[in-house]
């Protein structure tokens, strides 16, 4: 097992264009997070899956945000018409259901947006 | 709403000194309770937890921590740093329920002088 891996690890992008993370989690873990980290800050949820089912999304998370677990594995999280306050490090986590708030983070996607 | 409080931005020890990082919490009720590290280019990894029972709690690393209830307090501590120690600490406060979301305090860096 490899761990959470996130794909790309840096993504440099002009205002207004699409972004899409992608989030592979540790393959037997059922619960999927995305977090939004920024210099100096401490990691701010996003929103989480349980399997393929997003069972909470932040009112941080505006309506270009949109994520999937499609098979309740990977995930995606794609940002459209980016603005230039997206610029952020985003994280994935998972963990398992019967271990509340054991988070695996991957090493994040660092999103800046010229 | 939980939130999470480290009142020290940056902490500077020395090798082989002590260490004690504070974190408070706001939660209504007895939360779940953790501390994250995050080293240079890695992803954030869990050090200790705090579930119930014992308030003193031993995680990874040499690290402990207490829980204070009437305090609102959950301070970690190091009897002796290592400068592999240096990196930056993140206090995470837990929901009992709700996909056991995590919420993190703005986090401390620890610099460690030879």
């Known amino acids: 097992d490899t761990g959470v891996s996130q794909d790309p690890r840096h993504k440099i992008t002009k205002r207004g264009q699409n972004v899409t993370f992608r989030c592979d989690p540790i393959?037997?873990?059922?619960?999927l997070y995305w977090y939004r980290q920024t210099l100096g800050q401490g990691p701010e949820f996003l929103t989480y899956?349980?399997?393929?089912?997003?069972?909470?999304k932040s009112r941080l998370l505006s309506d270009r945000f949109s994520a999937e677990r499609p098979k309740g594995s990977f995930s995606t999280l794609e940002i459209q018409r980016t603005e230039q306050g997206d610029s952020a490090m985003y994280l994935c986590?998972?963990?398992?259901?019967?271990?509340?708030?054991?988070?695996?983070f991957g090493e994040g996607s660092r999103l800046t947006v010229l | 709403a939980q939130s999470v409080t480290q009142p020290d931005i940056h902490i500077t020890v020395s090798e082989g000194a002590s260490l004690e990082l504070r974190c408070n919490y706001s939660?209504?009720?007895?939360?779940?309770l953790f501390w994250y590290v995050q080293s240079p280019g890695q992803g954030l990894q869990l050090l200790l937890k705090?579930?119930?029972?014992?308030?003193l709690v031993q995680g990874i690393k040499g690290f402990e921590a207490e829980f204070k209830r009437s305090q609102s307090s959950f301070n970690l501590r190091k009897p002796s740093v290592h400068w592999s120690d240096a990196a930056e600490y993140f206090c995470?406060?837990?929901?009992?329920?709700?996909?056991?979301?995590?919420?993190f305090g703005g986090g401390t860096r620890v610099l460690v002088k030879p």
């Open positions: 986590a998972s963990s398992l259901t019967t271990s509340p708030g054991e988070l695996f």
């Open positions: 705090y579930f119930s029972g014992d308030t």
């Open positions: 995470a406060v837990g929901a009992r329920a709700a996909g056991n979301k995590l919420t």
């Open positions: 939660y209504g009720a007895t939360p779940y």
């Open positions: 393959s037997e873990h059922n619960r």
């Open positions: 899956f349980q399997n393929e089912a997003q069972l909470e």
